[in-house]
């Protein structure tokens, strides 16, 4: 590399040296445009699973609840337990299989809005190497 720059003057050199940084940033910050539109979309991905979750669990709260309480309660009054009883134990089963469900989406959803996942790695990691890399020719 000694043999390409020698006879440049020193003005030249770290004009191109100037050049050589400002272009290595503007890429970097294409970099970190596309990594943020990426992180973007696995964000929206996350907000899209508490959604369904949500709406799953609210939905199943009115369509299941009622559906399979009733034939739970029928049940039990076959079984020969109070009515009133019935439609309490039924309603509590019911609630707590349909609130677990809810709690996987909602939960599945939180993981993939954490912080850590937001993280701009990749640019960086290539900043730092740049940072390197300038430190070595100055």
């Given at each position: ?10 003005a030249e050199l770290l004009g191109g040296l100037a ?6 940033f503007r890429k970097e910050i294409q970099l970190a ?19 369904i979750g949500a709406v799953l669990g609210l939905g ?79």
């Amino acid at each position: 590399m000694s043999q390409v720059n020698e006879g440049r003057p020193l003005a030249e050199l770290l004009g191109g040296l100037a050049s050589d940084i400002s272009n290595l940033f503007r890429k970097e910050i294409q970099l970190a445009k596309a990594e943020a539109s990426e992180k973007f979309s696995q964000t929206l991905g996350g907000v899209i699973s508490l959604v369904i979750g949500a709406v799953l669990g609210l939905g199943a709260l009115g369509v299941l609840l009622s559906a399979i309480v009733s034939l739970l309660a029928s049940f039990f009054v076959n079984q020969g337990m109070d009515p009133a009883m019935s439609n309490a134990i039924a309603a509590g089963i019911v609630t707590v299989v349909v609130g677990i469900i809810a709690w996987i989406f909602f939960n599945r959803g939180m993981s993939a809005l954490k912080a850590s996942n937001l993280n701009l790695n990749r640019t960086t990691a290539s900043l730092s190497r740049d940072a390197d890399i300038v430190k070595e020719r100055l």
